[in-house]
């Protein structure tokens, strides 16, 4: 049967990917960022390769956060914590960056990473940045009546497997946009989750030593002069960003 249907959706209603419908949109805009074709993406366990370490270093910058620091579309050595660390050797400091980015994941997920590094990766005197903002306002941000799309905001790994079966199956596409529609609220629990795991980081991180300092995420939908190619994300998505525009700045408080 889902043979069947797999074949009648790509006959009769073919889905336009995200990939694809974000590729189309972005070749209309010279300021557009143009993703590496094939980028190099290496796994060093639980962390993703950050080029030009020290050989020796006297501490440590930790990063954790969602996609923007895990960076796929990107080579190892052009992501942001790679960046950072050509900066600190060029500076002349003995400082190692990790980079503990996952993709989807907000700051409700990352307690557990953080408490795993204790001790090991994260010392006294290292400084660990969260680069959170944009994921844990998706998270405040639901479609009425879906309990999938409550799943997929509270759990990265499943968000992750759905999204990769929808990129290979029409069918399960389309079930998952049909996951997303209707009016946006917002899930005021998301909040009290995202403080709760805050505190906790502070806690742990604190308790070693080291110091934990958030970055808050600059998006497209809070920008004060946005560009034309923010305007139009804007405009194809729905009422999405008048939700984001009211969720953002409680993340920020937070």
């Known amino acids: ?43 060093d ?9 020290p050989l020796e270093s006297r501490r440590n910058v930790v990063l954790f956060g969602g ?13 942001w914590a790679s960046v950072l660390q050509r900066r600190l ?4 400091l003995e400082v190692r960056v990790d980079n503990f980015g996952v993709q989807g994941a907000a700051v409700m997920h990352m307690l557990p990473w953080v408490e795993r590094e204790l001790g090991t990766t994260i010392r006294r005197g290292d400084v660990v940045v969260v680069y959170a ?19 997929r905001r509270r759990y990265a790994r499943l968000d992750d497997a759905i999204g990769a079966v929808a990129r290979r199956s029409d069918l399960a596409y389309l079930a998952e946009r049909s996951s997303t529609t209707g009016a946006p609220e917002l899930e005021e629990s998301s909040f009290a989750e995202t403080s709760v795991a805050l505190e906790g980081m502070r806690r742990a991180i ?49």
């Open 133 to 151: 903002g944009v994921n844990e306002a998706k998270n405040a941000v639901l479609f009425r009546g879906s309990v999938v799309d409550r799943l």
């Open 45 to 53: 366990e639980n962390r993703r390769l950050t080029t030009d370490q």
């Open 89 to 92: 050797v060029e500076a002349g």
């Open 1 to 43: 049967v889902l043979f069947r249907s797999e074949g009648a959706v790509r006959i009769v209603a073919p889905q336009e990917r995200e990939e694809a419908r974000w590729a189309d949109l972005a070749a209309r805009f010279p300021e557009a960022p143009r993703p590496v074709p094939s980028p190099v993406v290496t796994m």
């Open 67 to 79: 996609s923007t620091t895990f960076a796929a579309a990107v080579d190892d050595g052009d992501t």
């Open 206 to 254: 604190g308790g070693v030593g080291a110091r934990m300092i958030v970055v808050l995420q600059p998006q497209a939908f809070v920008r004060s002069s946005p560009t034309p190619y923010e305007e139009a994300i804007r405009a194809s998505m729905g009422r999405f960003p008048e939700a984001m525009d009211e969720v953002y700045p409680r993340i920020a408080d937070i």
